[in-house]
């Protein structure tokens, strides 16, 4: 058991583990969305009747669990994780700019070019993250703790050390 969870710890890139953080925290924002559509629906209908409560419910309740599917991806070290991440950022994003354009029409824009550029640099780390090499192999998972708990920092270097020992 202690074996596994060193394994975890010593195995996952920084980046990988930024990406879980972020998509565990869009779980909770989502699901933040969801409980307060539910405990708030008088006053949503009051304040907003179109798209109303049951859009921000249904819409809160999906992108948690859209976000919670990639985070078990990402922590599982299932090969889609990284890929599904990049997506579903994609989606999201999307997602914001037609719900605030479509059922937001009438709110203040003062801070759109703040959330623009905001957004845009959450797309392009996130394409970044995914790309970098320590990422790949965590999601191809060709990373493995050796005998040592050295994490090697490439795929290959893993046989090379491996028979560096044997010489020995």
């Known amino acids: 058991?202690?074996?596994k969870?060193?394994?975890?710890?010593?195995?996952?890139?920084?980046?990988?583990t930024i990406l879980g953080v972020v998509a565990l925290i869009l779980v909770v924002l989502n699901?933040?969305?969801?409980?307060?559509?539910?405990?708030q629906w008088d006053l949503i209908l009051d304040f907003m009747p179109n798209p109303g409560p049951a859009y921000i419910a249904a819409t809160g309740l999906l992108w948690a669990l859209c976000w919670l599917i990639?985070?078990?991806?990402?922590?599982?070290?299932?090969k889609w994780g990284g890929v599904a991440f990049v997506l579903l950022a994609f989606l999201y994003v999307s997602y914001y700019w037609l719900d605030r354009f479509f059922y937001q029409p009438h709110a203040e824009r003062s801070n759109a070019?703040?959330?623009?550029?905001?957004?845009?640099?959450f797309l392009i780390n996130s394409i970044i993250v995914f790309a970098l090499p320590k990422s790949r192999a965590y999601f191809a998972g060709d990373t493995e703790v050796d005998a040592n708990e050295n994490?090697?920092?490439?795929?290959?270097?893993?046989?090379?050390?491996?028979?560096q020992k044997r010489e020995i």
């Open 113 to 121: 070019l703040f959330i623009f550029i905001t957004v845009l640099l």
């Open 151 to 163: 994490v090697p920092s490439t795929p290959q270097e893993l046989p090379n050390q491996e028979l």
């Open 31 to 39: 699901t933040i969305r969801f409980a307060t559509a539910l405990s």
């Open 5 to 16: 969870i060193k394994n975890f710890l010593f195995k996952v890139p920084f980046s990988v």
């Open 70 to 78: 990639v985070y078990l991806g990402i922590y599982l070290e299932w």
């Open 1 to 3: 058991m202690i074996r």
